[in-house]
């Protein structure tokens, strides 16, 4: 049983840390995608939350894009606000606020992943203090 319950919290501080890493890597991603061809613009910020923040914004060709999935990188922003932004070019959904990059979510990632960690490890001194006394001598 207590084998099963530490393979158990390996598994799921492993899973949640590696959730954190591609996340970081996704960032990564679109800012290679954004920066390949890359387009800027002034934009207004409809709504600003912690993870998503709406924004509305022109490009060029005098089209009007509203990203359903909001800007990336929206920390620090209020309603209202008008702000630069960088986008792709070939797909204006995917912008974010200009200056800021996947270095963003690194600290963030990274402290999801200390604190999973902490919190496994007492359980894990636990089940291996459990599992020696439990071997027969």
């Not at 910020?45 to 022109?58: D, E, K, N, T, Y």
């Not at 702000?83 to 912008?95: F, Q």
């Amino acid at each position: 049983m207590l084998r099963r319950a530490k393979v158990a919290v390996y598994l799921v501080a492993g899973g949640i840390s590696m959730l954190a890493v591609i996340l970081v890597i996704g960032c990564w991603r679109n800012d290679m995608i954004i920066e390949a061809d890359m387009g800027t613009a002034t934009a207004e910020v409809l709504a600003a939350g912690v993870r998503r923040s709406a924004i509305l914004f022109s490009t060029p060709d005098g089209i009007l894009h509203n990203p359903r999935l909001g800007v990336l990188y929206p920390t620090d922003l209020t309603a209202g606000q008008r702000i630069e932004v960088e986008y792709a070019n070939r797909d204006p959904d995917l912008v974010r606020v200009a200056g800021r990059d996947a270095k963003v979510a690194v600290v963030p990632a990274l402290s999801v992943i200390v604190v999973t960690w902490a919190a496994a490890a007492p359980f894990l001194v636990y089940v291996r203090r459990e599992l020696r006394h439990a071997q027969p001598s």
